[in-house]
DNA sequence: CATGAATGAGTCTTCATTCAT
DNA sequence: AATGAATGAAGACTCATTCAT
């Protein structure tokens, strides 16, 4: 029986380019580890996701735990990549702050299994280090607080731009896990929504761009 | 080598009531988990630490899963009788959400192992049941709605009172959770302040009862 | 399918005192991994051939590695018990000599697999420590060199008493190597009388006792 | 980028003669075997010191095995001839055994592997074949039962020539594997000394020729 | 031919649970 | 009832060997 000349069925050995096999490893990695926990995840059912050996596996990560690593490493950089992206070329400070505001919580709307990560991470390495998102988010605050200062937050006190920037933050993190522990709660784009409106108050605006 | 019969020295095999045995076994078990995870506490690290045997444990609990939830169910049990004390006799509205907002916090403040075990129980038990804080929750809901119609809530439109109590509890449950995952974050009290200050921009509210 | 009440067949669980199943394992131990040496066994070779299961060989020994040594421990200390044994008594130091030499080899004689042991702990552990047999010989070396000095060696020169005891002691333990090395060598005891003649002729001494 | 013409650069893909090829995968086998023993060693640490990618080993010898076998026979070899240098031309037979046992134990001291080697080899291969050190020394005894009988062994009984050449070609052996094993002994070459002065006893020679 | 990426069988060790005492 | 010795299923990781390139 051998392989088909199209390649279509699975050819027992195939070859690619590292960074390919990485990638497929990782985003096989990321719904089994979100589904299992890290504890139980056997990394044969990686394996097997990816459609590639054990061996292989251990190839491109020396450890189970560095491949679950790399696997919120990964996340991380696609979330904060997208929200960039939804907000390149726009100018008016309140609507970049919403759309960041939309298009963060549609990342997690989109990628149920990223706030699954988050809580694995957290329940098995806590004393390890900080986790990956929080140590990606310190990266990019500068940015938030830049935002905050344009949209006029601070000049009537409490909040200042950098206490809102880690209060929304948190908030907004929060919510997402908050979404997805507790049962019967508004989707996701409507807690998007609310956090606009509790911007709003804070900013004493009543205009709020349609979603 | 019979024991002596005064109980002095070491009791091997004491006998006590079923109730009490049961109470320090739960006692034992809330650091145990909280520190090692579900899945990484030996059981007998819990029997070690409660004075007794392993098979003492499974007299009681039928596995380390129900041992597990038991000590969460007996955690929030705690937490909501304490934001109860603190509340009662106290006729004003308004000091009566500050003071629910401080005694929630301090709680987690006072017991850093409550989040870890959420964090476990999530990790660990996702698909399993409704989690027990939220379960619990749920029962306690009406009596927050009132609260807030007092407060006023609702009158100004968004958000209404039932809004509000699902908004503000989850965003004191995700301040919670966020504290515990986050590095250099502020003290919880100084959460509660915060939680405090963001209510009275909701209800415009400026004068706010100190701590 | 109840056990018989004859206690006959296997108890699925029995309780033992703990020094009892400690021999019974390291007895069991010996013959297996001088059989497949120490990597290549696999620890519930040995568990099944104790009649126990695995977790209960990890009770007594913290590795493998710890078995393993412990096996060597107890085998030398075998040895040289034996050895003891056969000449408490005797006064005359040329027949002590002779019986030790023959008490020796007679040991190796009934314990193949004590070579094999010494080979894999060699071969394994070559840089992990002394190996357990000459660790224990150091401590029994002044008995010899006393018996040397007794026999007169040293008198007429080479080899003095101490070079005597190293020179024996090695030549021994080699040919009991290479006995079990080569293929079609004389027996073990007849590697003794030979080291018994050799030994007469550094002594210029003419009457061996026969064995 | 095609390798320069030159074969300067590394050479990725060099082309050798496969006799040459052979003999550098054997010279880089036998310290790796030696090191870390058969069972442990990887394949791909004698790849990469023979410079040789992993599949090319498996071109010239079919399984690890097959590899280590052949560094043996190698080693072997090597020694047999190095003895047999030393003494061609001499006439005296009482010179040729004492250079013989000189240069024999000369070879060991400069090649401490070749007896990690032999240790690996009966520890990994015992019940598969006869030791090639042993196999080796068959085709060779003769040689040695006319040297002992030009030095007189036997005239005096025991041992014949056929005996001295088995207890004292072991005695050589075992002394080796010894000094490998045991701790604080004397150098190879005052064992050599030792075996000589031995060998004098047994002739009641005196003279020794200086080393 | 030469390479080294890919494979997956093989093993030590842990720990929830049972049960003889 | 209380104990803790005994059990054995489960799973990370290695490395000899194969084979696509």
Redesign the pocket.
Known sequence: MP?SATEGAS????????EQ?RAEILAAAAPVFAEHGY???????I?DR??????????????????FLATMADLVERLSNEVDARTTGIDDPWEVACLSIRSYFAFFERHPEAVELFVHERAEFRDRCTPVYFAHSETRRQRWVDLNRALGLGDQGWPTPEQAVDLFGDLMFGAIFVNALAPRRPSLAERAEEMIRLLARLLRRDNVPTA
Chains 1, 2, 3, 4 share one sequence.
């Open positions: 392989p050819p027992r050995r195939s070859r690619k380019p590292a096999r504890r139980a995840t056997d990394v044969q059912l394996a990816a459609g590639v050996g054990k061996g292989t596996i251990y190839r491109f990560f020396a450890t189970k735990e560095a491949l």
